[in-house]
């Protein structure tokens, strides 16, 4: 196709006010955003939800009370908060899951998980397939899937291997290394290096993808953090004084972890991650490349379907024409 040249104008027009219109209009209706969290059990999935909003979500319906000992989550749970900052609305719902690997069995133990995150957009499709659709129908589509590993600084386990692979077909995957207090600096730096090898052995593919309309600050921005993911996290649900100062951490015998020390873990590193830097790009990947592929395989089944119904419709019409009922 021959590209199309500017016509000059003589005069100013306006049309460039487009972006402010568009602004004012999104920051009216605001923003939603899903976080789920997966893994084995007792890896501090609950705990880092609440560590990683904590310091946003004051008295939150999570678990607020610093003394109430931590319970193994039994559901999937979604829990949701309205918060704004500087006028920008963002809805945020986010989705702890309980742990998995317990069981002498494990197999087709992450099948409630996938199962929630398909059926969000399932839901999402059906709402949009009405004829009397909604001008904004409510996204419960998970955006970004937190997904935790052990910190044997080993290997992965197979189970773990499978159910990211799982994962990653259908929702942006974002790996970190729980409880990564247990590891030395260098211990993380292998145990880093070696978890991406092998995903990449697995073929999984995790968050975050480039694309071709990515300019080259944005792709050189994705290649450092495919550097530093899987993020080394750490999470507390209490509060430590620490030069005068509360922060959210943790005390043994030989000192105190401040989780966002950058020193100490990658805590903030991953917060900028989620929120100020890939959360536009987690949002629409979502809805560009997973949920368009699940829509695409709806749809193409439910042609397949109609398609067989009306074969079978005409067959019978033929059978009662030929019995000539
Ligand atoms: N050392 C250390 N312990 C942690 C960390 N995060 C959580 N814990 C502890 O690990 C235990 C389990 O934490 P949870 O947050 O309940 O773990 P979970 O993954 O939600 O567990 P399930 O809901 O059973 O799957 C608690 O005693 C936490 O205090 C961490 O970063 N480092
Ligand atoms: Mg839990």
Partial sequence: MTEVQPTPLNQYVGFDSITRQIETK???????????????????KSTLINTLFASHLIDSKGRV???EQPRSTTEIHPVSHLIIENGVKLRLNIVDSPGYGEQINNENCWDPIIKYIKDQHSAYLRKEL?????????????????????PTGHTLRPIDVTVMKKLADVVNVVPVIAKSDS???EERAQFKARIRDEMEYHDIHAYPFDSDEFEEGERELNERMR?????????????????????????????????????????????????RTHLQDLIETTALKHYEAFRSRQLLALKESSAKQQQAQQQQQMQQQANGV
């Fill in 26 to 44: 999104l920051l009216k209706r605001g923003f939603q955003f899903n976080v789920m969290v997966v893994g084995q059990t007792g890896l501090g």
């Fill in 65 to 67: 009370d610093a003394f």
């Fill in 130 to 150: 009405t004829a009397m659709r909604e001008r904004y129908i409510t996204d419960t589509r998970i955006h970004c899937c937190l997904f935790f590993i052990n």
């Fill in 183 to 185: 590891l030395t600096l």
């Fill in 227 to 275: 550097d530093l993911i899987p993020f080394a996290v750490v999470g507390s649900e209490r509060n430590v004084v620490i030069d005068g100062k509360t922060v959210r951490g943790r005390k043994n015998r030989y000192g105190v972890i401040n989780v966002e020390n950058e020193n100490h873990c990658e805590f903030n590193q991953l917060r900028t991650f989620l929120t």
